[in-house]
Nanobody
Framework: QVQLVESGGDLVQPGGSLRLSCAAS????????MGWYRQAPGKQRELVAA???????SYADSVKARFTISRDNANKLVFLQMNSLKPEDTAVYYC???WGTGDYWGQGTQVTVSS
């Protein structure tokens, strides 16, 4: 069992930056593939970025070169550094952990990009 708690969402102007954090609880963290998803109003939830246990990363085309995902296994943390934010990045951002049959979600954190 893994519990995930996101933080760091905020209102930011276009072109600005934010860093989201996801804190995981539970005795096992390292084997999980950790991901950040987002869901905008009226849209489906989409994968933004993911990092595997071997620290391979992948990104949605819309955020490549702007967002960076990273993980701190010692402290059971996952980060999403978001730069050059655009209004279309506005969404609730969710942390996800997947390993075997386990698939866990956080409660989400709101990111709003607006002037």
């Amino acid at each position: 069992q893994v519990q995930l708690v996101e933080s760091g969402g905020d209102l930011v102007q276009p072109g600005g930056s934010l860093r989201l954090s996801c804190a995981a609880s539970g005795s096992i963290f390292r084997p999980y593939t950790m991901g950040w998803y987002r869901q905008a109003p009226g849209k489906q939830r989409e994968l933004v970025a993911a990092v595997t246990s071997g620290e391979s990363t992948s990104y949605a085309d819309s955020v490549k070169a702007r967002f960076t995902i990273s993980r701190d296994n010692a402290n059971k943390l996952v980060f999403l550094q978001m730069n050059s934010l655009k209004p279309e990045d506005t969404a609730v951002y969710y942390c996800n952990a997947k390993w075997g049959t386990g698939d866990y979600w956080g409660q989400g954190t709101q990111v709003t990009v607006s002037s």
